[in-house]
């Protein structure tokens, strides 16, 4: 019986090993992952498990009931015999991964085929096959992997039906009682251990690969992080310089290197001396990746170098893409090819879609702000003309009224005119310089409300180097005149106040004019309007430059009472807060 278990244990290694294999197999990850198997994976694994039933028959030994000697498995038994083998492994495992009918159709495809051989125990043992498939199945948990000593059990338990089957079925009763007494305890105990074994090895290899998995993405988002404030600014030496710094440190090859479609941009580690930055590319291998755009992996000593005695081995070299284009590479060195790894590839290639990932948002962020920069140039160009054309018309009433008062304004908004075409060449100017706009404005409209308008200013002069978006508030300002106190004979007031919240800075224009009306409030700013007092669109244009300039922190707040004012008002940034 001793000698029976160290036959059958032995064996048992040896399907021990074949779980080892499987593991490399995706399907069979797939088997251990999925809650639930499609119809072509059910089939698969049917066939596999079935075929590896098969399989622990031939491994088995035959017994001669009569002599009671081992012989090697025959195509046919004889009437005296039966095999001590480890079939029930492959079926038992089939139904805790794949469920009731992976386990049956395994059970029967190795059920069957135990019949075919013959013997007196080739029914008993055919059916104790296939029962093994259906109780198995009905261990099977999703998500949830059994504990080695619970598979044991089932293994264990699954073999000794076996054998009550063998009892109760097989004949005469003398032989299958002879047979179960020699086999018996060592088929229990070698296919419960072997059951759980294999199981066992199964998930810790997949767990281990699963682990190298994790650590690799692990590793790749923190490149990523590192990487990304580096390449938002595009490639460059400086940047490929950064980035092959990082790439070094992680991943310690020999040596990091970054080119363009001509020159090496960045070069850390080994031969330095020559592949000097800014210098032509020199090995054959970098230029076919940059034509062909392929991985390239570059077996020893066959780096084209044109540099004597270059002590660069093998390489990967991997290309940068930009818009379907390959703009540059990326090459990572290393002693020899035997270092390189499937893992070092794939992970390379990944750092490879990456890097040229982080280019594309560069470059996508680069379009949008000169998008932004030109959307702000438009709404400028669309305020310029609506501020001349109120300007003129104050201008032409006072030529025939008041010449020298005319020639006086037109000496005013010339200046404002010049600081005008400045303005509409920068996306930002002083506090300071808008204010001035403000009173070049405001010194053609006092021309014509004479003692009626008084203009208050409260601002701290602290702030006055601060930047805003240029003819911001000339236009607020004009509203308030042209649509607040328009028509109010006397003590018509409007108050600028610019005061500092620590953090941010306030700017506020005040009026005590008629107001707005609640319907045209809500949405005055949001949108055009269309109404017989105004479209809106100075508002409109101002809240979109703040918003896209500044942020959503930055819109217009609009406050009004009929017939006691309106107050509008927004918040921005201090230099230095706003990036």
């Known amino acids: 019986m001793l000698d029976l278990l160290v036959i059958m244990l032995e064996r048992v290694g040896m399907l021990v090993a074949v779980a080892f294999i499987l593991t490399r197999f995706q399907f ?238 960045a070069h850390i580690g080994l031969a330095s001396d020559h592949h000097k930055v800014g210098s032509s590319i020199r090995t054959d291998e970098t230029k076919d990746v940059i034509q062909h755009g392929e991985v390239v992996v570059v077996n020893d000593g066959t780096i084209h170098c044109d540099y004597p005695g270059c002590q660069l081995g093998a390489a990967i070299i991997v290309p940068l893409i930009q818009r379907g284009e390959t703009i540059g590479t990326l090459k990572l060195y290393y002693p020899s090819e035997k270092v390189i790894t499937d893992v070092n590839i794939e992970l390379i290639v990944g750092l490879s879609s990456l890097l040229s990932n982080q280019l594309e948002i560069a470059e996508t962020d680069h379009a949008y702000q000169l998008a932004k920069e030109a959307e702000i140039k438009a709404l400028q160009a669309q305020i310029n003309p609506h501020f001349l054309f109120n300007s003129m018309n104050i201008i032409v009433s006072l030529i025939r009224t008041d010449p020298d008062q005319a020639r006086k304004l037109l000496t005013s908004l010339s200046y404002f005119l010049r600081q005008n075409v400045t303005g509409t060449t920068a996306s930002q100017i002083t506090l300071e310089q808008e204010l001035l706009h403000v009173k070049a404005y405001l010194e053609i409209i ?59 800075i306030e700017i506020k224009v005040e009026d005590n004019g008629k107001g707005i009306l609640p319907e045209r409030l809500a949405v005055l700013g949001k949108m055009q309007l269309e109404s017989e007092s105004g479209t809106g669109v100075g508002l409109f244009n101002i809240n979109s430059r703040l918003l896209m300039t500044f942020g959503d922190q930055a819109a217009l707040t609009i406050a009004s009472k009929e017939n006691e004012g309106t107050t509008i008002s927004f918040r921005i940034p201090k230099l230095g807060v706003y990036v």
Do not use: W
């Open 28 to 265: 069979f990850k797939n088997l251990v992952h999925r809650d639930k198997l499609n119809r072509k994976q059910e089939i698969a694994a049917i066939l596999f498990f079935g075929f590896f039933g098969i399989v622990g028959t031939y491994f088995g030994v035959a017994l001669d009931t009569n002599t009671l000697h081992f012989n090697s498995v025959a195509a046919v038994l004889g009437s005296e015999e039966a095999i001590a083998n480890s079939r029930v492994i492959g079926v038992v495992v089939a139904g805790l991964l794949g469920g009731y009918r992976v386990g049956i159709g395994a059970g029967l495809i190795a059920g069957i085929h135990r019949m075919t051989l013959g013997g007196f125990t080739a029914v008993s043992c055919g059916l104790s096959t296939i029962i093994a498939g259906v109780v198995a199945g009905i261990f099977y948990r999703k998500g949830r992997a059994l504990k080695p000593i619970t598979v044991f059990g089932i293994g264990a338990l699954m073999e000794a039906m076996q054998m009550s089957m063998i009892l109760l079925i097989s004949k005469p009763f003398e032989q299958a009682l002879t047979l179960v007494k020699v086999i018996g305890l060592p088929m229990i105990l070698a296919n419960g251990v072997g059951t759980a074994l294999f199981l066992l090895i199964v998930h810790n290899v997949i767990s281990q690969q699963e682990k190298v998995m994790a650590l690799q993405a692990q590793k790749m988002l923190r490149i990523a992080n590192q990487t990304l404030s580096y390449l938002r600014t595009g490639m460059n030496t400086d940047t490929a310089q950064a980035v092959c710094n990082i790439l070094f440190r992680e991943l310690q090859p020999s040596a990091v290197a970054m080119t363009n479609q001509t020159d090496i941009l």
């Open 446 to 504: 006092e021309a014509r409300f004479i003692d009626r308008l008084t203009i208050l200013y409260d601002v701290d002069e602290n702030l006055l180097h601060e930047k805003i978006p240029p003819f911001t508030l000339q236009p607020i300002v004009e509203n308030a005149i042209h649509h607040g106190i328009n028509d109010m004979e006397n003590n018509s007031v409007v108050r600028m106040t610019v005061r500092d919240l620590g953090a941010e």
